[in-house]
């Protein structure tokens, strides 16, 4: 959980959606925050802590599958 934690935390510094993820098929999508606007350093701390980004559905977004699944 600690380190879902400071994903979120680093999340939050790129904005603060309402509804802030969407989890299906064992993966948690992040809504609302665009990645290229994410900074190379957080992009490589939300690597590390299980995000990456993904380009389906025609725009970039961050997802898990670690933290996706039960």
């Not at 935390?9 to 999508?29: A, S």
């Not at 290229?36 to 898990?64: H, P, R, W």
Request: some cysteine; aromatic content about 12%; charged content about 25%.
């Amino acid at each position: 959980m600690e380190d879902l934690i400071k994903a979120l935390k680093i999340f939050l510094k790129y904005g603060n959606p309402r509804w802030p993820t969407h989890c299906e098929h064992d993966v948690m999508y992040i809504m609302e925050i665009d990645p290229t606007d994410v900074s190379e350093e957080d992009t490589i701390a939300l690597n590390e802590l299980g995000f990456q980004v993904s380009l389906e559905y025609g725009e970039a977004q961050f997802y898990s599958h670690r933290f996706g699944s039960a």
